[in-house]
Every structure is written in C-alpha cells, then in structure tokens.
C-alpha cells in the first residue's frame, strides 16, 4: 500500500473531507515509520488463501479482514492466478447448492 492511499484511508475512516494540515501528514508518516514491517511469504498467504476465498463467496469484506492477504495479492501474480483460479471453483460450487 503506497503513502496516499494510506491518508486517504485515514481521511476517509476519520469522515474527513478537507485536506489534512502538513504537520498532521507529517505526524502519521512519523508513526507509520515506527510501525513493524507486515508482509506475508506466498508459502504463508497460501494456508489462509482458502479462508480468504471464502469469506468473499460469503459475501463478507475479505480485504477489511485480512488486508495483509490483499495487499500480497495486489503485489504477487502468481498468489493472485492461485487466489482467481480457487474464488472461480469456490463461486461455482455456492451457485449450485
């Protein structure tokens, strides 16, 4: 995730609508600077892979869940083939039952 979607995800959860005060950007790169580095291995994203697929097919905000697996997949083309190729199996299989 790059730096503006950060303040934009910050504005937007704090229902801001002006254009944050330089000190207060400021401030917030401070603090995520200090934040430890979270990223996941494709060997880690794939044990949750499954989890994740299925809260999408329930309908449930998997990437508000587990923003980390989305990040990886937004970065990693082959997690992404795995991540389409199970949410196309696992969408069919609802739709039938």
Not at 13 to 27: A, H, W
Not at 34 to 62: G, M, N, S
Request: net charge negative.
């Amino acid at each position: 995730m790059n730096i503006p979607d950060i303040i934009k995800r910050i504005r937007h959860s704090l229902g801001l609508q002006k254009e944050l005060p330089q000190e207060t950007v400021i401030g917030i790169l401070r603090v995520l600077e200090t934040l430890p580095d979270e990223h996941i291995t494709c060997d880690e994203l794939y044990t949750r892979l499954d989890e994740y697929v299925e809260r999408e097919v329930d309908k449930k905000d998997a990437a508000q869940i587990m923003p980390i697996l989305r990040e990886h997949l937004d970065v990693c083309p082959e997690c992404c083939e795995e991540y389409e190729a199970l949410l196309e199996v696992l969408s069919k299989s609802s739709k039938k039952e």
